[in-house]
């Protein structure tokens, strides 16, 4: 009947509005649920998500080794260009030659951040770190070479 | 004993003393003059750093808190940025109607602000049809939004005043028929003799669910006359930029962001006098002891109190609700705020006739 759902409507309408400013009632009074973040305040204890990407780096151990094998499987994966490996070869004692990384480039001005080359590296070499106060004078420190000089490979790396 | 209406009267009586009976009268208006200018920018800063924080906290956030003490000055800061800044006119504009829209949007305010009863025997002027002139004159601010949105030459305020048009036009009916409820009770349209009649309960209790009702259709619809969310289409910033006062900048702009929350202040006023008693205070019964101590309260603090929890709920309106749409607008009002109070008021004569109310 055209009554009974019109006031049923009403009835509805009402009921919903009520839960919505329930809602906002509960917040408005529970000022503990603030998400607020005072950022430069805080930046001693600031906690970020565990997701939170910031920037790819690559992990040295205290030996200055690292795990990365020049593989170029982060640079392929990479959407954007945003790594540039380059390559050498470094002779061992016994005269053999073996692949190594001269330099892992890494731009940080065209990175979106976006994980791929994080999960295409077979050796857990590079990891995204937190920080996020990226801003430099002049954009030529954007470009960072991430394997630190005179590093390594970790023994047992392949 | 202290209060307004004494300052008031010795003030009255001391300028007729010292001052031939019309250079008093003069002086009597430009002070009144004055103390509503006055008002206006209290109630500005005031308002606005209210609805910044209540809008902060329903949204789980902090809101301004560098300025002054807990950001209270915020709004005071805004005032000196927007009073520095350059007001442009656009090219193509309608030189003089754009110039003078934001002045209609608050003389209309500022004429409203008359039939009040701010306390206890204070009224600016307490005229005999005080409810109906509060009618009419509110009616009147559509016309600087018409005038705002033609003149600027763009098609954002064209569409936003053009919705204004439509949404204070239907809304005005619902509104005029939910304070019509309290005039039919009361008998009466002057301001004074609405508070008086509540002397012994608020409408609110008094006229049973009829008066609820009314007082629910009348909160909806003034805050769709006063252009604010979920009603905001004329401004809606996320389609129309800014509506009407797209093209304002400056203290113009500020006029009308003014107007808007003296606007919301004195519907809130006048449901408050008409609903909720004005600045009588809140009896119960025979509770003898209750009524006494809330005797005690100035009645100023219970009228801007009363004015002052309609403010928050309207800003709780605001910060729950999503926007309508313009067929959602004009469908809720011509489709059940209108039938719903046209039938109320038939309740609410019925019972005044019979007297059924307390």
């Known amino acids: 009947m055209f009554l009974i759902d019109y006031i049923k409507d009403i009835y509805g309408a009402v009921k919903s509005m009520a839960i919505g400013m329930k809602r906002t009632a509960y917040y408005f009074t529970h000022h503990k649920e603030i998400i607020t973040q005072q950022y430069p305040d805080n930046r001693?204890?600031?906690?970020?998500?565990?997701?939170?990407?910031?920037?790819?780096?690559?992990?040295?151990?205290?030996?200055?080794?690292?795990?990365?094998?020049?593989?170029?499987?982060?640079?392929?994966?990479?959407?954007?260009?945003?790594?540039?490996?380059?390559?050498?070869?470094?002779?061992?004692?016994?005269?053999?030659?073996k692949k190594a990384i001269d330099k892992f480039i890494y731009h940080l001005e065209l990175c979106t951040m976006c994980n791929l080359c994080i999960e295409a590296c077979p050796t857990n070499a590079i990891q995204m770190a937190q920080?996020?106060?990226?801003?430099?004078?002049?954009?030529?420190?954007?470009?960072?070479?991430?394997n630190r000089p005179g590093s390594m490979l970790e023994e047992g790396v392949e | 004993m202290w209060s307004l209406s004494n300052i008031a009267k010795s003030i009255d009586a001391w300028l007729y003393e010292v001052l031939p009976p019309?250079?008093?009268?003069?002086?009597?208006?430009?002070?009144?003059?004055?103390?509503?200018?006055?008002?206006?920018?209290?109630?500005?800063?005031?308002?606005?750093?209210?609805?910044?924080?209540?809008?902060?906290?329903?949204?789980?956030?902090?809101?301004?808190?560098?300025?002054?003490?807990?950001?209270?000055?915020?709004?005071?800061?805004?005032?000196v940025k927007l009073l520095m800044k350059e007001g442009i006119t656009p090219a193509g504009a309608d030189k003089m109607m754009f110039n003078l829209a934001p002045f209609i949007a608050m003389i209309t305010a500022m004429l409203l602000l008359a039939p009040l009863g701010f306390a206890?025997?204070?009224?600016?002027?307490?005229?005999?049809?005080?409810?109906?002139?509060?009618?009419a004159v509110s009616s009147l601010s559509v016309i600087s939004i018409l005038m705002a949105g033609w003149s600027s030459n763009n098609k954002y305020s064209l569409l936003g005043a053009m919705r204004s048009g439509a949404q204070i036009v239907s809304y005005e009916l619902s509104a005029g028929l939910a304070i019509l409820t309290v005039v039919v009770l009361t008998g009466s349209l002057q301001m004074s003799e609405i508070v008086q009649s509540q002397a012994n309960g608020w409408w609110l209790f008094k006229g049973h669910i009829p008066a609820v009702i009314a007082f629910v259709i009348f909160i909806i619809a003034v805050t769709a006359e006063t252009n604010r969310a979920p009603f905001d289409l004329a401004e809606a910033e996320s389609e129309l930029t800014a509506g009407f006062h797209t093209e304002y900048s400056g203290m113009k702009f500020a006029l009308f962001f003014l107007a808007e929350y003296i606007n919301v202040f004195i519907v809130c006023a006048i449901g408050a006098?008409?609903?909720?008693?004005?600045?009588?205070?809140?009896?119960?019964?025979?509770?003898?002891?209750?009524n006494h101590v809330m005797d005690y309260v100035p009645s100023s603090i219970w009228f801007f109190g009363k004015t002052f929890f309609l403010i928050f709920v309207i800003m709780w309106f605001r910060w729950t609700f999503p926007r309508l749409r313009i067929d959602q607008l004009l469908n809720l009002?011509?489709?059940?705020?209108?039938?719903?109070?046209?039938?109320?008021?038939?309740?609410?004569?019925?019972?005044?006739?019979?007297?059924?109310?307390?």
């Open chain 1, 44 to 97: 001693a204890e600031l906690v970020l998500p565990e997701r939170f990407r910031g920037e790819v780096v690559m992990s040295h151990t205290d030996t200055n080794e690292h795990r990365c094998t020049g593989c170029t499987a982060c640079e392929l994966a990479c959407p954007n260009g945003t790594i540039k490996i380059i390559t050498k070869f470094d002779v061992s004692p016994e005269g053999k030659k």
């Open chain 1, 131 to 146: 920080n996020f106060e990226h801003s430099v004078y002049d954009r030529a420190q954007l470009t960072k070479v991430l």
């Open chain 2, 22 to 79: 019309t250079v008093a009268l003069i002086t009597e208006m430009v002070i009144v003059g004055l103390l509503a200018i006055t008002l206006f920018a209290l109630l500005g800063l005031i308002l606005v750093i209210m609805e910044r924080k209540v809008a902060a906290y329903m949204q789980i956030r902090l809101g301004p808190n560098r300025v002054g003490y807990k950001g209270m000055l915020q709004s005071l800061a805004d005032t």
């Open chain 2, 120 to 135: 206890r025997d204070l009224h600016i002027w307490d005229l005999n049809i005080g409810v109906l002139y509060v009618t």
């Open chain 2, 273 to 290: 006098t008409l609903f909720l008693g004005g600045w009588m205070p809140l009896h119960i019964g025979n509770w003898k002891g209750f």
């Open chain 2, 333 to 358: 009002e011509w489709k059940y705020l209108l039938p719903i109070s046209m039938f109320n008021i038939l309740l609410v004569t019925l019972i005044a006739i019979k007297g059924w109310h307390f």
